[in-house]
């Protein structure tokens, strides 16, 4: 059993993160919104699973910008 300070934070705030650049954005979403705002959003947006980044910025009236590789 996983105590939830050690469940990443996406479990915790309810967003199915599936890749780096779904974590990339995720980490985005964290800088510029509220972790409470974003959990609210993510359980509005919940069907079957948790809503991806992408779709909870769009609900944010947020465009995460492109990931351009360093």
């Known amino acids: 059993m996983t105590s939830r300070i050690s469940d990443p934070i996406w479990n915790r705030l309810g967003v199915r993160v599936e ?12 800088e510029r919104f509220d972790a409470g705002r974003i959990r609210i959003v993510a359980h509005s947006l919940r069907l079957r699973e948790s809503p991806k980044p992408e779709r909870i910025a769009r609900e944010l009236g947020a465009c995460i910008p492109a990931h351009r590789p360093a």
């Open 19 to 30: 890749s780096s650049e779904e974590a990339r954005q995720l980490q985005w979403l964290l």
